[in-house]
């Protein structure tokens, strides 16, 4: 498979993550249909269907597919996966949860070829520089070759199983996104104004305060998808919870205190040092974009 080398389908091409893959794949050559039960797109190329009960037109483009991305919800994803006997294609799916769509193929006894891609990244800033983590759930060279396109378009790939993928997603944003929502309610609850704290913020409140911004701003759907739906979600937030709990027992002497920041280092394992330099390198640059909106403001 070369990245112009025949007809795709994009399942919710219109939503932000298909729009993406939409994008990205007409750009490498590909005839690429969308469809989605949304209505018609800006070019009125979408073929307006459910998945999940396809009408002979949805099936003809499915069925005449090389590749079929699934760029939507899980439910429909696994609902989808009847219709898609197509044991010539590769059928990708771009889950934030990946265990339930390995389990349903394998229980399924499908044919042909099934990756799982979740791109680790809002959509909006692309995949280049960014990375992308790849699930071969029935993997094959189509598979194979379908990861170096995403390779060329800049991303980096990590191959791993499914539970690994759900661990590792769990740790990376279930965990990210409950520390970054916490922080914004205990603000609340502080009754601190915005502009008082950005007038005194040190940087690693600043970059708090732009974490949140960043979060609380987004789809809730997509961030309630992945508190709600990876299996190891809860644990996770416990964790979090009994973490906060042993901060505040810490505190009592400086000695818990010292014990409790050499644990909270040593995740990080060998990787102390090349992190703190990024942090101040991060640093640098917030404080030097925070220069140059005051003076803009001053101008």
């Given amino acids: ?61 499915v069925e005449s597919s090389r590749i079929i991305v699934l760029a939507v919800p899980e439910q429909v994803a696994l609902a989808a996966l009847p219709t898609l006997r197509t044991p010539g294609a590769l059928v990708v799916d771009t889950l934030s949860v990946k265990s339930r769509m390995d389990a349903a193929i394998v229980d399924a006894g499908r044919k042909g070829e099934f990756l799982g891609l979740n791109p680790m990244f809002r ?9 992308v983590i790849a699930v071969p759930y029935v993997d ?46 205990a603000l609340a609850e502080l009754g601190v104004s915005a502009d008082d704290l950005l007038a005194v913020a040190p940087p690693p409140h600043r970059t708090l305060l732009a974490l949140l911004a960043r979060v609380a701003g987004g789809e809730p759907e997509v961030y309630w998808d992945v508190q709600a739906g990876n299996p190891y979600a809860g644990a996770t937030r416990k964790a979090l919870f009994d973490a906060t709990s042993q901060v505040d027992t810490a505190a009592e002497t400086l000695a818990k205190f010292t014990t409790l920041m050499k ?29 140059e909106i005051a003076e803009g403001h001053r101008e």
């Fill in 1 to 61: 498979m070369t990245a112009a080398s025949g007809t795709a389908t994009v399942v919710g091409g219109l939503g932000a993550v298909g729009s993406m893959f939409v994008e990205l794949l007409r750009a490498e050559g590909w005839a690429v249909t969308v469809v989605d039960p949304a209505g018609s797109g800006p070019d009125g190329d979408v073929v307006v269907g459910d998945i999940t009960k396809p009408s002979d037109r949805v099936l003809t483009h």
């Fill in 123 to 131: 959509p909006s800033l692309g995949p280049r520089g960014r990375a």
């Fill in 140 to 185: 094959g060279p189509r598979s194979q070759s379908f990861l170096d396109v995403v390779r060329s378009w800049g991303a980096s790939v990590s191959v791993m199983d499914a539970n690994r993928h759900d661990r590792l997603a769990a740790a990376s944003q279930v965990l990210t996104h409950a520390s970054v929502l916490a922080f914004g309610i």
């Fill in 263 to 291: 644990t909270a280092e040593a995740a990080l394992g060998d990787r102390s040092g090349q992190l703190n330099a990024e942090c101040q390198s991060l640093f640098d640059r917030i404080a030097e974009g925070h220069r």
